[in-house]
């Protein structure tokens, strides 16, 4: 079964500056999709950043970027130029990208991250 | 765009009772699914379904049931509440089919909570 684990339950960064947030997984599948989503006060889940295995070009959205070392299993967030509104938890999540259970996400537990004016 | 719409967004039980969360979705996903969010656990996965009339149990399935009657709509019930089952539930839909975005799309969320 695919795990996903996030070793840093909580992190903290100063407005401006920038953070990495860690995620493995653990897979004997080579296709699948690897995601960070974000959950603010708020509730809602809102996806910040997409990566497919096959690619080799590491994803980037505007100030978020990942790390994605597939032999290694490491998939980290860096988010760059901290802004207060980027306080939340994070959540990794693995989804195979074909054939059987690739309904299903698998997501780690977490990483609260606090933005310090 | 209303994408996944998730109803009530707070609702309190006692022990016993039973209630009965909806979701629906007008993307046209064939793929829908209910997940709870407890602390320090992340969102594991109660009940999927990967078309009309089709579903399976997820991770933690005991204490819930679905069905699947359309395309659009996705209902949780639980038969009889137990204060285990005070969480937060999320309603989440996406296409099914190998190479798609492969992004779920969130319901905004339900309190409950099991007295």
């Known amino acids: 079964a695919q795990t996903v684990t996030q070793s840093q339950p909580e992190m903290s960064v100063q407005e401006a500056e920038t953070v990495t947030l860690s995620c493995t997984y653990d897979?004997?599948?080579?296709?699948?999709?690897l995601f960070w989503y974000k959950q603010p006060p708020s509730r809602q889940m809102i996806l910040v950043i997409r990566q497919e295995a096959y690619k080799q070009q590491n994803a980037t959205e505007n100030r978020f970027s990942v790390n994605f070392q597939k032999a290694a299993k490491s998939f980290s967030l860096k988010i760059s130029d901290s802004q207060l509104g980027d306080a939340a938890m994070y959540f990794c999540?693995?989804?195979?990208?074909?054939?059987?259970?690739?309904?299903?996400?698998?997501f780690g537990k977490g990483t609260l991250l606090t933005v310090n004016p | 765009n209303a994408g996944v719409t998730q109803t009530p967004k707070f609702q309190v039980l006692k022990t016993g009772q039973s209630m009965t969360l909806q979701c629906a979705q007008d993307m046209n996903h064939e793929y829908m699914s209910w997940y709870r969010q407890d602390p320090g656990m992340g969102l594991r996965l109660i009940h999927y379904?990967?078309?009309?009339?089709?579903?399976d149990q997820g991770e933690v399935p005991n204490g819930y049931n679905v069905s699947r009657s359309t395309t659009e709509d996705f209902p949780l019930r639980l038969l009889s509440a137990a204060p285990s089952q005070t969480s937060v539930y999320f309603c989440a839909s996406s296409y099914s089919r190998a190479g798609n975005t492969g992004e779920l799309f969130f319901g905004e969320g339900s309190r409950l909570t099991v007295l």
């Open positions: 999540a693995y989804r195979r990208r074909s054939g059987g259970s690739n309904y299903k996400l698998t």
């Open positions: 897979t004997s599948e080579s296709d699948y999709y």
């Open positions: 379904s990967v078309g009309a009339g089709i579903t």
